[in-house]
């Protein structure tokens, strides 16, 4: 059974930096054809995508919000991290990560809330 | 960035009747390898999306055969064949042959 699942801060403050960690299980990130990525969705809006990273540690970025991403994985303990820098209020979002499978999303996480607010 | 447009943008539906939601995007979306990437995605309210369709038609294991996808290049459709109860939510569709990816603004689907 593949699982993933979101944890990080609720609340941040404007210009601190948020970091989200992505647990996952049920496949593994050394294997071929596999990715974990990030994605956010603005109370009330769509959904977009931030940050990739692959089995093979290639790594694709959202290119409005490159400058302020990272993105790593620990394949042994079965995790991904995010950063963002420069939090803004307009960063308030539900964030999710997801599982790709040659370079399509399939599993997702169940999303963690994330304020950011003096 | 591709740009994926989605009509309607609400859609009110009888129980039993059928129900269809275009999805055009500004690029084609048929990859180097010759597939077309273009997934559906449904989300019901304070869930996370669950992929329905990937690849333009293929359905997702466990996904109920009264949802169906079609099209090609840069025009898609979602069709739901007889609506049920659970269908209610926001649908995307979501292209994955250009990064980023990049999903439509989403369509409701609510019970007349």
């Known amino acids: 059974q593949i699982t993933l699942k979101e944890s990080g801060p609720t609340l941040v403050k404007p210009t601190q930096t948020l970091t989200l960690t992505c647990s996952f299980s049920?496949?593994?990130?050394?294997?071929?054809?596999?990715?974990v990525g990030w994605v956010r969705q603005p109370p009330g809006k769509a959904l977009d995508w931030l940050a990739l990273?692959?089995?093979?540690?290639?790594?694709r970025y959202s290119p409005s919000l490159r400058s302020r991403l990272a993105i790593t994985k620990d394949s042994s303990k079965n995790r991904v991290v995010l950063t963002m820098t420069n939090m803004d209020p307009v960063d308030t979002a539900t964030y999710y990560c997801?599982?790709?499978?040659?370079?399509?999303?399939?599993?997702w996480g169940q999303g963690t809330p994330v304020t950011v607010s003096s | 960035d591709v740009v994926m447009t989605q009509s309607p943008l609400s859609l009110p539906v009888t129980l039993g009747q059928p129900a269809s939601i275009s999805c055009r995007s500004s690029?084609?979306?048929?990859?180097?390898?010759?597939?077309?990437?273009l997934n559906w995605f449904h989300q019901r309210p304070g869930q996370s999306p669950r992929r329905l369709i990937y690849?333009?038609?293929n359905r997702d294991s466990g996904v109920p055969d009264r949802f169906s996808g079609s099209g090609s290049g840069t025009d898609f459709t979602l069709k739901i064949s007889r609506v049920e109860a659970e269908d209610v939510g926001i649908y995307y569709c979501?292209?994955?042959?250009?990064?980023?990816?990049?999903f439509g603004q989403g369509t409701r689907v609510e019970i007349k």
């Open positions: 997801a599982r790709e499978w040659w370079e399509q999303p399939d599993y």
């Open positions: 049920g496949f593994s990130l050394s294997t071929r054809g596999v990715g």
């Open positions: 990273i692959y089995w093979d540690d290639d790594k």
């Open positions: 690029q084609s979306l048929v990859y180097s390898d010759g597939d077309t990437y």
């Open positions: 690849k333009v038609s």
């Open positions: 979501m292209q994955g042959a250009h990064w980023p990816w990049t």
